[in-house]
């Protein structure tokens, strides 16, 4: 008798247990809320997919997400003032450097992207460009290229600085100078372990190249015909179904063994009111963080367990960029939370 008094208590135990259990589940799911993301443009495909996926399973939830350059999205808390749930940069770093510690206290490295030479088959000379050669046929007289901006955009001064890059790989000490002083106000010197470019505010293109915002914008040029080519992410070009370049792997931007290269490289911004900010060269590895002061902080890093969870890893994948699996904290980050740390390890 005893023995079944025993049997039934821990039955009793298990249903309570299991109807705790369902009743957490059930409250977070009915969590109600408005989750509002500021990122990177090139991860629109990335993350809208992954609002859907967070608002299918938390119905009474809506994800607000606000596509820009990833400085303009750092300046909207540093400058502006305002107060999204999480920020998401094209360049982890953006957040390391101006966001950690005042506005938070961690930055995840969840996921990479690469450089790439975007064209069409309207594109001039297409049937002729190729890995060895794209530097040349950018700069024939009559092709049309573009870049984002430099001063605002990670895939603008990733542009410029593989175009730098690209003197040393192939040995040819030109090709910034045909590309990009030539067309431009942009200038770049020796400054004794590699090169430094200069971004002036008013970098004065020529009719040769677009300069846009954002990576994202130039895409609609380069279909339409308006220019030819785009240096751009390859995320961006797949999404497009256009065809693309692939660099060599030393100007992919996407490689952390060849940080020290990559190191050799620096670019200085020009904001305007006589204010400048110096960048150096790291691989195209994006990175998130949700505010301290974030209204919907809750949920935000429910939204953020999400995109790093293997759920997360293949929206990421079918949006043609890589994910890290698993998320690398930077080594400036603290007090991860602990619904994250599982999907996390540290640099």
Known sequence: ????????????????GVGVYGYSVYNNSQAGGTINIVAADSLANQLNATAAKFQSEHPNVKVNIEYMG????????????????????????????QLIPKYTSYNL????N?????YTNK????????????????????????????NSDPAGYRAVMMMQLADNYYNNS?????????????????????????????????????????????????TSGSIDYVITYRSLAAQQNVSYITLPDELKISNDSYDQYYNNISLVQDSGSNSSS??????????????????????ATEFLELLISPTGNQIVNASFQEPIIPAVATNKSTNIPSILQPYVTNS
Not at 114 to 118: G, L, P, Q, S
Not at 123 to 150: A, H, M, R
Not at 177 to 193: F, P
């Open 114 to 118: 690469e450089m790439v030479i975007a």
């Open 278 to 299: 110096t960048l150096t060269l790291t691989p195209i590895i994006y990175g998130i963080t949700v505010l301290n002061n974030a209204p919907e902080k809750q949920l």
């Open 70 to 97: 990833s400085s303009a999205a750092i300046k909207q808390v540093t400058s502006l003032n305002k107060t999204p749930d999480i920020v998401v940069s094209a360049d982890y770093t953006l957040i390391d450097n």
């Open 1 to 16: 008798m005893d023995k079944k008094i025993i049997i039934a208590v821990i039955a009793i135990i298990i249903i309570i």
């Open 123 to 150: 594109s001039k000379n297409s049937t002729e460009i190729n890995s060895n050669n794209w530097y040349q046929i950018l700069s024939t007289p009559g092709v049309k290229f573009g870049f984002s901006d430099p």
């Open 109 to 112: 490295q969840y996921a990479r």
């Open 174 to 222: 030109t090709i910034f100078k045909n590309l990009v002083e030539n067309n431009s106000a942009i200038t770049s010197a020796a400054n004794g372990t590699g090169y430094t470019i200069q971004v002036p505010e008013n970098e004065n293109p020529s009719s040769n190249i677009a300069i846009r915002p954002d990576a994202a914008t130039l895409m609609p040029l380069l």
